[in-house]
């Protein structure tokens, strides 16, 4: 950022208020000469910020080893980790980076959304083709388990974490609306109806004839879009 034709390197003071100081060193120090190393302790958040100071002083080469690091990721959780930190920072080669990854070797199931935000549940699945064996019904529970976790979805006095799937999948209104009911459940013996929530999945085929998926959850009775 100090070198060659930029606007900065003609400042005496380089004014970076938004860059964590870790993450600025890393660029620094692989300006200078220094190999970057992929560091296990260093979560995806410092990794897509390190890569969003790169992309910004066209410091290409390290935005290339820190693009080769995605196709290592194998785990719902990675993929979610990187994706909340990716999506806000418009990351737009790591993203691409992802979904490539995860069309190859995430395996789908109903706890795979824990922990990723609505804006990462909503680009995955706008953006990755699902293995045929992965139905509506999973994906219906991944989502609900994922906003009861995060609050997005409650009951009214309760909340609706340990909500699960009752009964079988209905259609309502067209053959395309697919509609899950499912109820809360309170620990221990006992259980208590404390209302229902419908998540309503409408797929979508592509001109690529990739499965995609839009998605709606009602909870006591008002209906809130999530996706």
């Given amino acids: 950022m100090l070198y060659g034709d930029m606007k900065e390197s003609s400042m005496n003071t380089v004014p970076l208020p938004a860059a964590r100081a870790n993450c600025l060193q890393v660029v620094i120090r692989y300006l200078h000469g220094q190999h970057f190393r992929s560091d296990t302790d260093r979560c995806w958040d410092e990794m ?46 790591l993203l691409k ?38 139905t509506e019904t999973m994906v219906a529970e991944a989502v609900l388990s994922a906003a009861s976790s995060s609050g997005s979805v409650t009951a009214e006095g309760e909340n609706g974490q340990n909500a699960s799937v009752r009964g079988d999948c209905t259609v309502e209104g067209s053959d395309d609306c697919l509609v899950v009911e499912v109820v ?7 259980r208590k109806t404390l209302g229902s929530y419908t998540v309503t999945l409408r797929p979508m085929m592509t001109k690529s004839a990739q499965r995609h998926f839009l998605i709606r959850i009602r909870a006591n009775g008002s209906e809130e879009l999530w996706l």
Wanted: proline share 4%; hydrophobic share 45%.
């Fill in 184 to 190: 809360p459940s309170c620990s221990g013996v006992e």
């Fill in 97 to 134: 980076a992802s979904v490539e990854a995860m069309n190859k070797v995430l395996v789908f199931d109903s706890m795979s959304f824990q922990g990723w935000s609505k804006e990462s549940i909503e680009y995955c699945l706008e953006n990755v083709q699902f293995h045929p064996n992965v």
């Fill in 48 to 93: 897509v910020e390190v890569y969003s100071l790169a992309a910004q002083y066209q410091v290409d080469l390290l935005c290339q080893r820190i693009a080769l690091l995605v196709p290592s990721l194998v785990s719902a959780r990675e993929f979610g980790d990187l994706l909340n930190a990716a999506i806000p920072r418009r990351a737009e080669e």
